[in-house]
């Protein structure tokens, strides 16, 4: 025991009423004085503790009733003034200078109790401690209800963390199944996104396909009619040839009958001349030369034609790759369009010197007609003008076509949007948007040149292309 008090001669003793008060109180308390003698020992105590007053009072075994052994109490801390141990407890929120504590004893009673202490320090007339006294009170049931609810506490704790646990499990597993769910969904947009897309490319290609079918059927038409129109008017022409050496030798003899008619009879004379006036041979004889001439004018022009028509389908080619002069094609072409043209511009050529170049000739026709009716159809009230020009490349291994016009320009907003499919401004003029779409196609996949447009509104449209002499070879992922 630290720094003990030193003992008093005598300790005094409490008075006998202070005693009898003490014994009857029901909290089990004792007391001790400041040589930490039991002074008091009460019957509260003695029931239970089990320890009689007898063999208490006048001891120091204060700690021997309740560890089996030697101890001190708390009481004996308050008395020794042992301030760090009394550190360890709990102060008295009541009484000044009291402590509490709260402890297990399995050697008390049957199962050992919890016992709940306070103990204050008793003073003299002066302040000075001259012993303490010290009373507890069973609290085993208040602890074993505590410990239960404590238990039931960790049971409930333990069942809400595994629950929790469960939870945590299943939202994992369900936040992993939305996340397969989102991303099968997201796969299934983005496939459909490419179906939807795909549509749309196979209802482009399909379009196209039907127009160049269309464009090809026609050509094949023009070819075939041009073809069997070719042979008879090859042999008009050369007959025509003859009759006019024939006629030649025809008005020579009528000439010479004319002649002859002066020394013939009378009757036959006057018949020859009534007939001569009835037929009026003057005008026939001014005549026929014009009509022949004429005639075979128109002629040549059918022939003309009908070679523009086997130029511009060129189905004696059957779309083979050949080297072809540009300019061959471009007048046929021109020659098959006139129509279209011939009331809304004039067309100019200015054609460069440029060599041949490797190409499928039915296709730069088609792409030539596609940008000359566009110019055409640009043109508004006043007559205008197509210009189509031709030269070498500043590379060259290039050639370069332009059609330009000054008709309606193109609106900035639509330039853009010229070459996509079915883009057309002239809804409800059988516009079906695919030529400039076609004409792309062919100059930039199947010539592996380029296409530029330059336009100004009100002013007037230039397309121009760039055209590799040589087309390179065909890229197999393509
Ligand atoms: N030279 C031009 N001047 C002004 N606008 C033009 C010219 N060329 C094309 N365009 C514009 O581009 C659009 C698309 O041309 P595209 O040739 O593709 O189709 P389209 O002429 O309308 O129809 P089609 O399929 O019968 O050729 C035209 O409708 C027109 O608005
Ligand atoms: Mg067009």
């Known amino acids: 025991m630290p720094n ?20 009857g109180h029901p909290v089990a308390t004792f007391a001790i004085d400041r040589a930490h003698v039991i002074t008091h020992w009460n019957k509260a105590c003695e029931h239970l503790l089990g320890w009689a007053r007898s063999d208490m009072v006048g001891t120091s075994n204060q700690g021997l009733a309740f560890y089996a052994r030697k101890r001190p109490m708390l009481s004996d801390l308050i008395v020794a003034g042992d301030a760090d141990a009394l550190e360890r407890h709990r102060r008295s929120a009541v009484i000044p200078g009291a402590y509490e504590a709260e402890d297990f004893f399995p050697n008390i009673g049957a199962g050992g109790h919890w016992l709940h202490f306070t103990a204050a320090p008793l003073r003299d007339v002066d302040g000075v401690v001259v012993g303490a006294i010290e009373s507890m009170r069973d609290v085993t049931e208040r602890r ?97 040839g003859s009759l006019q050496s024939y006629l030649g030798q025809l ?32 005008f026939l004889r001014q005549d026929i030369p014009n009509l022949m001439r004429e005639s075979k004018e128109g002629i040549v022009r059918v022939r003309h034609i009908v070679q523009d028509l086997k130029d511009f389908s060129r189905t004696d080619g059957n779309q083979e790759w050949v080297w072809a002069n540009l300019h061959t094609g471009i007048d046929s072409t021109l020659n098959i369009v006139a129509n279209e043209v011939r009331y809304k511009a004039d067309v100019v050529k200015h054609y460069g010197a440029i060599p041949e170049i490797e190409c499928l000739p039915s296709q730069i026709n088609q792409v030539v007609m596609n940008l000359v009716v566009n ?36 609106a900035p907003a639509n330039l853009s949007r010229i070459f996509d499919p079915f883009f057309t401004t002239k809804l409800g003029f059988g516009g ?47």
């Not at 003990?4 to 014994?23: Q, R, T």
């Open 144 to 240: 074993v209800a505590e410990n239960a609810l404590r238990r039931a506490h960790d049971n409930l704790e333990h069942l809400v963390e595994k629950r929790t646990f469960e939870l945590a499990e299943a939202n994992a597993l369900l936040e992993e199944d939305i996340r397969r769910r989102r991303a099968a969904d997201a796969e299934l947009r983005q496939r459909n996104l490419e179906l939807t897309e795909l549509n749309a490319k196979l209802s482009v290609t399909q379009q196209q396909l039907v127009q160049s079918d269309k464009l090809a059927s026609i050509g094949q038409l023009a070819a075939g009619v041009a073809h069997e129109i070719n042979n008879p008017i090859g042999y008009i022409f050369s007959n025509f």
């Open 4 to 23: 003990p008090a030193p003992p008093l001669p005598e300790a005094k003793a409490p008075d006998i009423a202070l005693s009898e008060f003490f014994d």
């Open 432 to 478: 079906s948007g695919l030529g400039l779409n076609i004409t792309y196609n062919i100059v930039t996949q199947l010539l592996g040149g380029q296409i530029r447009v330059e336009s100004v509104l009100g002013k007037g449209t230039a397309f121009i292309l760039d055209l590799p002499l040589v087309v390179p070879a065909a890229d197999p992922a393509a």
């Open 251 to 282: 008005f020579t003899m009528l000439d010479a009958y004319q002649k002859a008619e002066a020394g013939a009879a009378p009757e036959v004379a006057a018949e020859l001349g009534a007939m001569r006036e009835a037929i009026d041979l003057d």
């Open 375 to 410: 110019a055409a159809h640009a043109m508004g009230e006043q007559r205008g003008a197509i210009t189509v020009s031709t030269g070498g490349g500043a590379d060259p291994s290039e050639v370069w076509i332009e059609v330009a016009d000054n008709g309606s320009g193109i």
